[in-house]
């Protein structure tokens, strides 16, 4: 059985569920994607 991702209506509901989200590879560099995803977190 191959792995899918989920879709982004699932995505969207685990992270309204979730009380805390990691970020792994944050860089303190503002052009930097990790940067941009915890910002918006």
């Known amino acids: 059985m191959a792995y ?3 879709g ?3 995505i969207k ?3 309204e569920k979730s ?3 990691a970020v792994v590879g944050l860089s303190d560099k503002k052009d930097r994607v990790s940067y941009m995803v915890s910002e918006a977190m």
């Open 4 to 6: 899918t991702n989920p």
């Open 8 to 10: 982004r209506d699932e």
């Open 13 to 15: 509901s685990i992270l």
């Open 19 to 21: 009380m805390t989200i």
